[in-house]
């Protein structure tokens, strides 16, 4: 983990609290990725490790775009992809399945734009505890 991970830890994980549960959480990496102007994130996915997330350290909504999803279903009627871009500010905090495919749009702006980044695995199933009662 970077220095900064024992600190991002304890920002998110009151956020997981009622979905894994305190001890039961696994942070598997952690990184920071800063985009200055034209620079971006190009499509990807985080392969098999769980749950990915990203963290909105230095965001304008102003400026800047959050990172845009990849349905992986098309629309069933005309065949066409399916993006989404969640509305976040700074402090937002975005979960998502590691398989998902995402990317980050070109910053346009003088201002840079940072994430932290991190991955996670719990020992239950994240969707299994939300749905089960």
């Known amino acids: 983990m970077p220095d900064y991970g024992d600190t991002v830890i304890e920002m998110c ?3 997981f609290k009622d979905i894994i549960g305190d001890d039961d959480i696994l942070f598997t990496g ?3 990725q800063t985009s200055y102007k034209h620079q971006r994130h190009s499509i990807h996915n985080h392969g098999g490790t769980g749950y990915s997330c990203v ?3 230095e965001f304008d909504p102003e400026v800047h775009r959050a990172t ?3 349905s992986p279903y098309n629309d069933p009627w005309s065949g066409s992809l399916n993006y989404y ?3 976040v500010s700074e402090g937002s905090l975005v979960v998502f399945p590691s398989t998902i495919a995402h990317w980050q749009e070109p910053n346009q702006s003088d201002k840079p734009r940072t994430i932290v980044s991190f991955n996670i695995r719990g020992h239950v199933d994240l ?3 939300r749905i089960t009662p």
């Open 13 to 15: 994980k009151p956020c």
């Open 30 to 32: 952690m990184w920071t």
């Open 55 to 57: 963290l909105y350290v």
């Open 68 to 70: 845009t999803f990849l």
């Open 85 to 87: 871009s969640p509305t």
């Open 127 to 129: 969707v299994k505890r």
